[in-house]
């Protein structure tokens, strides 16, 4: 089942909560943490997420691109999320940290950005609820989506099906109507999109939308058969 999961670095920063009521049926709220460190961007950080956390019924997912995972991503679970994704090239000793992320009561998830390759992290894999494959290079919402990742989306999904784990495997990054298709071909089932959800007049309706593309998508997909 496709999972769609709007960015709220593409909306109102002033009115998150109506932000979040305005794609009511998604299935994860997506938020960036950027640090103007590990990316050139500052976004939001603990008191954001505490409060947004009591605002929406929507659960968080939370994507640190931040230098220090091992110091702040337990925060984040305190401050409400139901998903921590921290960045391996940023994490000091990930193994101990998607522990810690899960021993506190979330998913654990590790992100590779666009340069990085999934193979040196096979053995992680059974440590982790999900992979997030970057489509762009992180730090900004509405740039291009590189289909130059698609091979990594593909191999990363083999490699979850050999060691067959329910591991995730989350796209982020100029994901919309006209690259969800080859995202969930690859292997990818859950998508985050910014620009394509909050850019769109009716945005719970481009949810519904792009879900619908993905599930029909993957419907047929090697990786997906027996789902
Ligand atoms: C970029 C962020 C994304 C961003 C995606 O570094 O991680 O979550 O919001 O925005 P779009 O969907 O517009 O590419
Ligand atoms: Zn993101």
Redesign the pocket.
Known sequence: MAQINP?I??ADFARLADEAEAVRGSDWL?V?V?DNHF?PNLTLGVPVVESLARATDIPLDL?L?IEDPDRWAPQYVEAGAGSVTFHVEAAAAPVRLAREIRAKGARASMALKPGTPIEPYEDLLPELDMVLI?T????????AFLDIMLPKIRRTRELIARHDLEVWLQV?????AATIERCAEAGADVF?????VYGAEDPAEAVRNLRELAGKASADAWWACGH
């Not at 982020?172 to 919309?176: C, E, I, L, P």
């Not at 985050?192 to 394509?196: D, E, K, L, Q």
């Open positions: 960015s670095l593409s997506h960036d950027m990316v994507h691109m970057m762009v290079e992180p730090g900004f919402g509405g740039q982020d990054g100029g994901v919309s985050v999109a910014g620009s394509a």
